[in-house]
Protein backbone atom coordinates (compact mmCIF):
# COMPACT_ATOMS: atom_id res chain seq x y z
CA UNK A 1 0.00 0.00 0.00
CA UNK A 2 2.76 2.31 0.51
CA UNK A 3 4.19 1.71 -2.76
CA UNK A 4 0.37 2.43 -4.90
CA UNK A 5 0.72 5.59 -2.28
CA UNK A 6 3.87 6.65 -3.18
CA UNK A 7 2.91 6.14 -6.90
CA UNK A 8 0.06 8.08 -6.63
CA UNK A 9 1.33 11.07 -4.82
CA UNK A 10 4.27 10.78 -7.80
CA UNK A 11 1.07 11.11 -10.91
CA UNK A 12 -0.09 14.24 -8.47
CA UNK A 13 3.08 15.91 -8.88
CA UNK A 14 3.61 14.62 -12.50
CA UNK A 15 0.07 15.94 -13.29
CA UNK A 16 1.22 19.53 -11.59
CA UNK A 17 4.04 19.79 -13.34
CA UNK A 18 3.10 18.95 -16.56
CA UNK A 19 1.16 22.53 -16.54
CA UNK A 20 4.67 23.60 -16.59
CA UNK A 21 4.90 27.23 -15.16
CA UNK A 22 1.11 27.95 -14.65
CA UNK A 23 0.99 28.90 -11.29
CA UNK A 24 3.21 31.83 -11.97
CA UNK A 25 1.59 33.48 -14.54
CA UNK A 26 -1.52 36.18 -14.29
CA UNK A 27 -3.54 38.21 -17.12
CA UNK A 28 -3.12 41.76 -16.72
CA UNK A 29 -5.42 44.72 -18.57
CA UNK A 30 -3.41 47.42 -20.38
CA UNK A 31 -5.31 50.54 -21.63
CA UNK A 32 -3.99 52.98 -23.87
CA UNK A 33 -5.75 56.48 -24.56
CA UNK A 34 -6.35 57.29 -28.35
CA UNK A 35 -6.96 61.38 -29.19
CA UNK A 36 -10.62 62.41 -29.73
CA UNK A 37 -11.13 62.53 -34.19
CA UNK A 38 -12.80 63.59 -36.93
CA UNK A 39 -12.67 62.76 -40.44
CA UNK A 40 -14.87 63.22 -43.15
CA UNK A 41 -14.89 62.77 -47.10
CA UNK A 42 -12.47 64.75 -48.24
CA UNK A 43 -11.41 65.67 -44.87
CA UNK A 44 -7.95 65.48 -42.45
CA UNK A 45 -7.02 61.93 -41.95
CA UNK A 46 -6.99 60.26 -39.08
CA UNK A 47 -3.70 58.30 -37.73
CA UNK A 48 -2.21 57.69 -35.04
CA UNK A 49 1.10 56.04 -33.80
CA UNK A 50 0.57 53.74 -30.75
CA UNK A 51 3.65 53.52 -28.22
CA UNK A 52 2.68 50.08 -25.67
CA UNK A 53 6.22 51.15 -24.09
CA UNK A 54 4.80 54.25 -22.45
CA UNK A 55 1.77 52.24 -20.28
CA UNK A 56 3.36 51.37 -16.96
CA UNK A 57 1.31 47.27 -17.11
CA UNK A 58 2.76 46.75 -20.48
CA UNK A 59 6.64 47.49 -19.90
CA UNK A 60 6.30 45.76 -16.29
CA UNK A 61 5.12 42.22 -18.27
CA UNK A 62 6.63 43.30 -21.61
CA UNK A 63 9.20 40.33 -21.45
CA UNK A 64 7.02 37.78 -20.70
CA UNK A 65 3.40 38.24 -22.49
CA UNK A 66 3.06 34.29 -23.51
CA UNK A 67 -0.80 34.90 -25.00
CA UNK A 68 -2.75 38.16 -25.86
CA UNK A 69 -6.16 37.07 -24.30
CA UNK A 70 -8.72 40.12 -25.08
CA UNK A 71 -8.67 42.80 -27.86
CA UNK A 72 -11.10 45.70 -27.67
CA UNK A 73 -11.19 49.24 -29.20
CA UNK A 74 -13.76 51.47 -26.68
CA UNK A 75 -15.16 54.51 -27.47
CA UNK A 76 -18.03 57.14 -28.83
CA UNK A 77 -18.46 57.27 -32.20
CA UNK A 78 -20.84 59.98 -34.08
CA UNK A 79 -21.72 59.99 -37.38
CA UNK A 80 -22.69 63.52 -38.17
CA UNK A 81 -23.71 63.23 -41.83
CA UNK A 82 -27.49 62.52 -43.06
CA UNK A 83 -26.82 58.79 -44.11
CA UNK A 84 -25.85 56.05 -41.82
CA UNK A 85 -22.02 55.18 -42.01
CA UNK A 86 -19.45 52.64 -41.36
CA UNK A 87 -16.44 53.30 -39.33
CA UNK A 88 -13.03 51.03 -39.36
CA UNK A 89 -9.23 50.88 -37.77
CA UNK A 90 -6.91 49.77 -39.74
CA UNK A 91 -3.17 48.92 -38.50
CA UNK A 92 0.06 49.88 -39.95
CA UNK A 93 2.40 47.11 -38.44
CA UNK A 94 6.47 48.52 -37.96
CA UNK A 95 5.28 52.10 -38.09
CA UNK A 96 7.94 54.49 -36.87
CA UNK A 97 5.48 57.99 -37.32
CA UNK A 98 1.69 58.28 -37.52
CA UNK A 99 -0.05 57.33 -40.62
CA UNK A 100 -0.81 60.46 -43.16
CA UNK A 101 -2.43 58.64 -45.44
CA UNK A 102 -3.83 54.99 -46.65
CA UNK A 103 -0.61 52.81 -46.29
CA UNK A 104 -0.35 49.44 -48.79
CA UNK A 105 0.34 46.83 -46.42
CA UNK A 106 -1.92 48.18 -43.79
CA UNK A 107 -4.13 45.52 -42.43
CA UNK A 108 -8.10 45.89 -41.42
CA UNK A 109 -7.88 45.70 -37.47
CA UNK A 110 -11.35 46.19 -36.13
CA UNK A 111 -14.38 46.80 -37.92
CA UNK A 112 -16.76 48.13 -39.56
CA UNK A 113 -19.60 49.45 -37.26
CA UNK A 114 -22.46 51.01 -38.41
CA UNK A 115 -23.46 54.12 -36.84
CA UNK A 116 -26.74 55.24 -38.15
CA UNK A 117 -27.20 59.29 -39.74
CA UNK A 118 -26.60 61.96 -36.57
CA UNK A 119 -26.34 59.12 -34.32
CA UNK A 120 -23.44 58.05 -31.36
CA UNK A 121 -22.75 54.63 -30.77
CA UNK A 122 -21.12 53.90 -27.85
CA UNK A 123 -19.20 50.89 -28.32
CA UNK A 124 -18.48 48.92 -24.91
CA UNK A 125 -15.70 46.37 -24.19
CA UNK A 126 -17.58 42.77 -24.65
CA UNK A 127 -18.91 44.50 -28.38
CA UNK A 128 -15.80 45.97 -29.25
CA UNK A 129 -14.33 42.24 -28.66
CA UNK A 130 -16.13 40.57 -31.07
CA UNK A 131 -15.32 42.83 -33.75
CA UNK A 132 -11.34 42.31 -34.18
CA UNK A 133 -10.84 41.25 -37.30
CA UNK A 134 -7.08 41.40 -37.48
CA UNK A 135 -6.10 40.03 -34.36
CA UNK A 136 -2.65 38.35 -35.27
CA UNK A 137 -1.40 41.32 -36.43
CA UNK A 138 -1.81 43.63 -33.49
CA UNK A 139 -1.27 40.41 -31.24
CA UNK A 140 2.77 40.23 -33.17
CA UNK A 141 2.67 43.96 -31.92
CA UNK A 142 2.40 43.63 -29.02
CA UNK A 143 4.35 40.82 -28.38
CA UNK A 144 7.19 42.51 -30.23
CA UNK A 145 8.32 46.05 -29.76
CA UNK A 146 4.89 47.71 -29.12
CA UNK A 147 4.56 50.15 -31.59
CA UNK A 148 2.76 50.91 -34.22
CA UNK A 149 0.25 53.03 -36.24
CA UNK A 150 -3.10 53.19 -36.42
CA UNK A 151 -5.89 55.20 -38.68
CA UNK A 152 -9.65 55.45 -38.79
CA UNK A 153 -11.23 54.28 -42.42
CA UNK A 154 -14.91 54.37 -43.49
CA UNK A 155 -15.90 52.46 -46.44
CA UNK A 156 -18.86 54.62 -47.14
CA UNK A 157 -19.11 56.57 -50.13
CA UNK A 158 -19.27 59.58 -47.92
CA UNK A 159 -18.92 60.41 -44.25
CA UNK A 160 -18.52 62.89 -41.83
CA UNK A 161 -17.84 61.01 -38.46
CA UNK A 162 -16.28 61.81 -35.24
CA UNK A 163 -15.02 59.75 -31.99
CA UNK A 164 -14.27 60.34 -28.36
CA UNK A 165 -13.40 58.43 -25.57
CA UNK A 166 -11.33 56.15 -27.48
CA UNK A 167 -9.20 53.84 -26.10
CA UNK A 168 -7.08 50.20 -27.10
CA UNK A 169 -7.57 47.79 -24.24
CA UNK A 170 -5.51 44.41 -24.20
CA UNK A 171 -5.11 41.90 -21.69
CA UNK A 172 -2.37 39.54 -21.49
CA UNK A 173 -1.28 36.66 -19.90
CA UNK A 174 2.79 36.72 -18.98
CA UNK A 175 4.74 34.37 -16.99
CA UNK A 176 7.77 34.49 -14.63
CA UNK B 1 -2.01 14.12 -20.15
CA UNK B 2 -3.25 10.61 -21.27
CA UNK B 3 -0.40 9.06 -19.82
CA UNK B 4 -1.59 10.92 -16.74
CA UNK B 5 -4.90 9.67 -16.92
CA UNK B 6 -4.29 6.26 -17.73
CA UNK B 7 -2.00 5.76 -14.50
CA UNK B 8 -4.22 7.32 -12.64
CA UNK B 9 -6.74 4.85 -13.48
CA UNK B 10 -4.31 1.71 -13.55
CA UNK B 11 -3.56 2.52 -9.45
CA UNK B 12 -7.42 2.99 -8.71
CA UNK B 13 -8.30 0.03 -10.35
CA UNK B 14 -5.17 -2.33 -8.68
CA UNK B 15 -7.08 -0.61 -5.59
CA UNK B 16 -10.05 -2.21 -6.83
CA UNK B 17 -8.72 -5.37 -6.55
CA UNK B 18 -8.66 -5.06 -3.26
CA UNK B 19 -10.89 -6.83 -0.75
CA UNK B 20 -13.31 -4.06 0.25
CA UNK B 21 -16.93 -3.08 -0.13
CA UNK B 22 -16.90 -0.14 -2.32
CA UNK B 23 -19.70 2.27 -3.49
CA UNK B 24 -21.26 4.58 -6.41
CA UNK B 25 -22.43 8.12 -5.17
CA UNK B 26 -23.87 11.17 -6.64
CA UNK B 27 -23.34 14.90 -5.65
CA UNK B 28 -23.88 18.25 -6.09
CA UNK B 29 -22.03 20.98 -4.94
CA UNK B 30 -22.03 24.67 -5.05
CA UNK B 31 -20.17 27.88 -3.79
CA UNK B 32 -17.51 30.66 -5.23
CA UNK B 33 -15.58 31.04 -7.41
CA UNK B 34 -12.59 33.77 -7.28
CA UNK B 35 -10.42 34.91 -9.67
CA UNK B 36 -6.85 34.22 -8.91
CA UNK B 37 -4.24 36.84 -10.65
CA UNK B 38 -7.11 37.59 -13.21
CA UNK B 39 -7.31 41.08 -14.05
CA UNK B 40 -10.23 40.86 -16.18
CA UNK B 41 -12.48 39.09 -14.25
CA UNK B 42 -13.68 39.48 -10.77
CA UNK B 43 -15.66 36.89 -8.44
CA UNK B 44 -18.65 34.45 -9.29
CA UNK B 45 -20.81 31.48 -8.09
CA UNK B 46 -19.86 27.61 -9.06
CA UNK B 47 -21.98 24.59 -9.21
CA UNK B 48 -22.06 21.09 -10.23
CA UNK B 49 -22.20 17.58 -9.89
CA UNK B 50 -19.90 14.65 -8.82
CA UNK B 51 -20.34 10.63 -8.82
CA UNK B 52 -17.89 10.13 -6.18
CA UNK B 53 -16.55 6.13 -6.80
CA UNK B 54 -14.98 4.46 -3.37
CA UNK B 55 -12.70 1.66 -4.07
CA UNK B 56 -10.35 1.83 -1.44
CA UNK B 57 -11.57 2.98 2.37
CA UNK B 58 -8.21 5.20 1.03
CA UNK B 59 -9.07 5.91 -2.66
CA UNK B 60 -12.29 7.78 -4.07
CA UNK B 61 -12.01 8.25 -7.84
CA UNK B 62 -14.56 11.15 -8.63
CA UNK B 63 -16.10 12.24 -12.09
CA UNK B 64 -17.37 15.51 -12.03
CA UNK B 65 -18.87 18.35 -13.93
CA UNK B 66 -18.95 21.85 -12.56
CA UNK B 67 -20.04 25.82 -14.19
CA UNK B 68 -18.84 28.59 -12.80
CA UNK B 69 -20.31 32.37 -13.83
CA UNK B 70 -17.28 34.92 -13.46
CA UNK B 71 -18.11 38.57 -12.69
CA UNK B 72 -18.01 41.51 -14.80
CA UNK B 73 -15.20 43.28 -14.24
CA UNK B 74 -15.09 47.49 -15.07
CA UNK B 75 -12.03 49.22 -15.72
CA UNK B 76 -11.98 53.36 -15.70
CA UNK B 77 -10.39 54.73 -19.08
CA UNK B 78 -10.13 58.40 -18.94
CA UNK B 79 -12.73 59.00 -16.42
CA UNK B 80 -15.29 56.85 -18.70
CA UNK B 81 -15.84 53.25 -17.10
CA UNK B 82 -15.77 50.19 -19.12
CA UNK B 83 -17.29 46.90 -17.91
CA UNK B 84 -16.46 43.73 -19.63
CA UNK B 85 -18.58 40.31 -18.86
CA UNK B 86 -17.17 37.71 -16.92
CA UNK B 87 -16.89 34.11 -18.45
CA UNK B 88 -19.02 31.18 -18.17
CA UNK B 89 -16.42 28.56 -17.49
CA UNK B 90 -17.42 24.71 -17.82
CA UNK B 91 -15.49 22.26 -16.57
CA UNK B 92 -15.69 18.51 -17.17
CA UNK B 93 -13.05 16.01 -15.06
CA UNK B 94 -11.84 13.48 -12.24
CA UNK B 95 -10.56 13.84 -9.30
CA UNK B 96 -8.70 11.10 -7.34
CA UNK B 97 -9.56 12.16 -3.65
CA UNK B 98 -7.04 10.31 -0.60
CA UNK B 99 -9.25 9.65 2.10
CA UNK B 100 -9.03 9.29 6.08
CA UNK B 101 -11.48 6.91 6.97
CA UNK B 102 -14.21 7.60 9.86
CA UNK B 103 -17.19 9.57 10.16
CA UNK B 104 -15.31 12.64 9.72
CA UNK B 105 -12.42 12.78 6.76
CA UNK B 106 -9.75 15.27 5.75
CA UNK B 107 -8.85 15.07 2.28
CA UNK B 108 -6.29 16.20 -0.02
CA UNK B 109 -7.34 15.72 -3.70
CA UNK B 110 -6.31 15.97 -7.08
CA UNK B 111 -7.86 16.26 -9.97
CA UNK B 112 -7.61 16.72 -14.19
CA UNK B 113 -10.12 17.89 -17.06
CA UNK B 114 -11.14 20.20 -19.72
CA UNK B 115 -12.38 23.54 -19.26
CA UNK B 116 -14.02 26.14 -21.44
CA UNK B 117 -14.68 29.69 -21.31
CA UNK B 118 -17.12 31.30 -23.07
CA UNK B 119 -17.91 35.25 -23.55
CA UNK B 120 -18.19 37.41 -26.41
CA UNK B 121 -14.74 37.30 -28.42
CA UNK B 122 -14.18 34.49 -26.47
CA UNK B 123 -14.37 31.07 -26.69
CA UNK B 124 -11.67 28.62 -25.56
CA UNK B 125 -10.91 25.10 -24.28
CA UNK B 126 -7.83 24.47 -22.63
CA UNK B 127 -6.78 21.80 -19.67
CA UNK B 128 -7.78 21.87 -16.63
CA UNK B 129 -5.91 20.79 -13.29
CA UNK B 130 -6.80 21.19 -9.97
CA UNK B 131 -5.46 20.31 -6.21
CA UNK B 132 -7.45 20.95 -3.19
CA UNK B 133 -8.34 19.81 0.75
CA UNK B 134 -11.91 18.72 1.85
CA UNK B 135 -13.54 18.01 4.73
CA UNK B 136 -16.28 15.26 4.95
CA UNK B 137 -19.18 14.71 7.32
CA UNK B 138 -21.08 11.60 7.57
CA UNK B 139 -24.73 12.62 9.51
CA UNK B 140 -26.82 9.60 8.16
CA UNK B 141 -25.71 5.80 6.66
CA UNK B 142 -24.83 6.47 2.68
CA UNK B 143 -24.86 10.59 3.22
CA UNK B 144 -21.88 12.54 3.38
CA UNK B 145 -21.70 16.78 3.45
CA UNK B 146 -18.41 18.49 2.33
CA UNK B 147 -16.61 21.49 2.24
CA UNK B 148 -13.86 22.11 0.06
CA UNK B 149 -10.96 24.85 -1.14
CA UNK B 150 -9.14 24.26 -4.46
CA UNK B 151 -7.24 25.96 -7.00
CA UNK B 152 -7.94 25.23 -10.59
CA UNK B 153 -5.69 26.31 -13.03
CA UNK B 154 -6.37 26.53 -17.02
CA UNK B 155 -3.60 25.98 -19.00
CA UNK B 156 -2.42 26.23 -22.54
CA UNK B 157 0.35 28.02 -23.96
CA UNK B 158 2.34 27.58 -20.76
CA UNK B 159 0.55 29.92 -18.69
CA UNK B 160 -3.26 29.35 -17.23
CA UNK B 161 -5.89 31.30 -15.84
CA UNK B 162 -6.38 30.82 -11.94
CA UNK B 163 -9.59 30.51 -10.00
CA UNK B 164 -9.49 29.67 -5.90
CA UNK B 165 -13.04 27.66 -5.59
CA UNK B 166 -14.75 27.09 -2.28
CA UNK B 167 -17.60 24.75 -2.22
CA UNK B 168 -19.69 23.00 -0.15
CA UNK B 169 -21.85 19.43 -1.77
CA UNK B 170 -23.70 17.32 -0.33
CA UNK B 171 -23.53 13.58 -2.03
CA UNK B 172 -25.60 9.81 -1.86
CA UNK B 173 -23.56 6.73 -1.93
CA UNK B 174 -26.43 4.72 -4.70
CA UNK B 175 -24.68 1.13 -5.24
CA UNK B 176 -22.81 -0.96 -3.42
CA UNK B 177 -20.31 -3.46 -4.95
CA UNK B 178 -17.41 -5.78 -3.84
Request: aromatic share 10%.
Amino acid sequence: MKTLSKSLALVALAALAAAGCILTSGQFVATYDLPDATFSTGGTFQGELVDLTTIGEYNDHKDDIARVEDLSLVGDIRNNGNASAQAEVWIVPGATSAPTGVVPGAVKLWGPITVPANSTVNVDWNESASLFVGRQTLIDEIKGDGVFGLYLAAPSVTYDISTSNAALIIVFSAKK
Amino acid sequence: MKRILVLALAGTLLCASLAYAGNIGLGAFGGMSVPVLQADQSQGGVYGLRAPVSLTPLFTVEPFYSASTLGDKTENIGGVDYTREGSDVTTFGANLLLSTTGPMRFYPYVGIGSVKFKRSGQDESMTSYNFGLGLGFTPAPKFSLDIRAELQAAAKDQVSRKMGNLTVGASYALFSFN
